[in-house]
Every structure is written in structure tokens, then in C-alpha cells.
């Protein structure tokens, strides 16, 4: 008998991508059952319809979030016509490909609007393209001197072009993706603590991202990145060290102390404490039998 101990096992080979990529395979990973390379709905199912002007269908991720904040604060600083049905989108289910959603937003995410305040409903879909409408449509948290709202808009197309870099990009690679890419994980973790510092030497210099007043700009970054200065995004807040970042969670902890926040961070929401969840939103009343938690609690 050999004493010889075994030979260690060979590394895998790298991967070399074909000529033409095909998809003969789950990808693997958190999202795997419903991530496909094409567009359209699997299947029949109209959405549902309320009584208020603004129909919205959609899911508390950051995303969602931005949406419901927006539409309770319009409607703490009295615009009746921001009354709003908010239907729960389970996006891990698959509700997003149905044919009434579909319809409503063809890239099958959430959130999406319908505004039916009109003769005929308007739809409006992605999250940067629904606060607009709304602070347009409401004339609100848009300043009015030119200068300021590029400096507003500004921040706002920020969130939109930097986020997927924290969500699909460092998100995926260090919580969801089915094993660990040292060289992914240190391409995104890098560019995220390069965001934060964008945002702290911002908030360095004012007390909101556009500049002494809360704006929608505020209502767009602050449920991505005031989640991630908590450490409530994919439990990476100790791996990026998110509490060196003083004046974004000085600014993150302001604007959660805002009631119409508060309320708007719980709608449509199927995770951590149930006090804290109002899947549906039809009425005002419908928050009085709920704890509206601040950003921080599980």
C-alpha cells in the first residue's frame, strides 16, 4: 500500500465564454426561478384596480420605497389628489410577469403607476421616472430656481446610475450569488464605499443632497443608501464600515425621523417586525393599527 499522501485536486479550469452565449441553465443564486433573458408576461392576470387617483403596484425594496414616501409626503402637505392604492407585486413569485403588469410596465419591475386622475390613466414606470412625475404633477420637493433643481436633478440621476453598482453589482456578489468571486466582491464593495464618500463630502457641505431644503432627491437616495448606513442592506454594514460615514448617517437618521417617511417605508412591506408591514395600502386608517417604525429597527 502506498504511503504517499493524495495528490491535492486540480483547480477548475477558468471559464472561457462560447462564441454565442445560450441559456441551457438556471443561473443559480437567490433569483434564479425567475430570471430569464426575455421580455413579456408568462401569463394572464389583470391587475387590480381602487378608487384613488394613483393606482400603484409594487414591493417595499428600496425601489418601492422611494415611491410610497413620496406619495405620503405629498399628501402630509395636503394634495388630496396623491390619495393612492398600494397592491403588493411578491417579485420572488413572479407576479411581475403577469399580463396586467406587464402592460403597465413592459420591463417587468417594480414599482409602477397608473395615474388616474385624468380622462384616461397615464402609466408611468421606473422609480426615477415615477418621482419626477409626481413632484411635476404636485409642484413639490423640485426647487424652482434653475440652479438648484440641476443641482436637485442631479442627485436624483446619481441614485439612478449608482445604485444598480450597490444593488445588482455589490449586493448580488456578497449576499446572493452561489459562491463567493473575491475579484467581484472587491470590484463593487470598492465602488459602494466610493459612493458613500460622494455622499459624505456632500453632506458635508449641506444638510440635503440639493441643498438646505429635503427634495426628491433626498426621497430617491435615502432608502438605498440610508438602509446601507444602518447596515440593513445584505449585512455588509460592518464589511463596509458604513459608521465612518458621519454625515450620511447624520442625514440618513434626519429624514427618517419624518412621519410621512416613516409610513411610507412601511407600505407594501412583507419582512421584519409585523407591526411594521402594511401589505396594502387603501386609506390613511389603514396605518392606525401599525407601529411606524424608524429606519434601524429589524
Known sequence: MS??????PSPPSPYVPPKVWTWNKASGGRFANIN???????????????RHPMQLYSLATPNGVKVTVMLEELLARGHAGAEYDAWLVRIHEGEQFGSGFVAVNPNSKIPALLDCSGPEPVRVFESGAILLHLAQKFGEFLPADPAARAECLSWLFWQMGSAPYLGGGFGHFYAYAPSK??????????????QLDVLDRRLAESAYLAGDEYSVADIAVWPWYGALAKGLLYEGGEFLQVHEYRHVQ????????????????????????????????HDASDFDMRTQDKMGSP
Open 36 to 50: 430569464r433573458p426575455i421580455a413579456g408576461p408568462t401569463h394572464e392576470k389583470a391587475l387590480p384596480r381602487g
Open 181 to 194: 468571486i473575491e475579484y467581484a466582491i472587491d470590484r463593487f464593495a470598492m465602488e459602494v464605499k466610493r
Open 3 to 8: 504511503t504517499e499522501p493524495p495528490s491535492p
Open 250 to 281: 447624520r442625514w440618513t437618521d434626519l429624514i427618517a425621523e419624518r412621519p410621512a417617511v416613516r409610513r411610507g417605508r412601511m407600505v407594501n412591506r412583507i419582512q421584519g417586525q409585523p407591526s411594521s408591514q402594511l401589505h396594502e395600502r
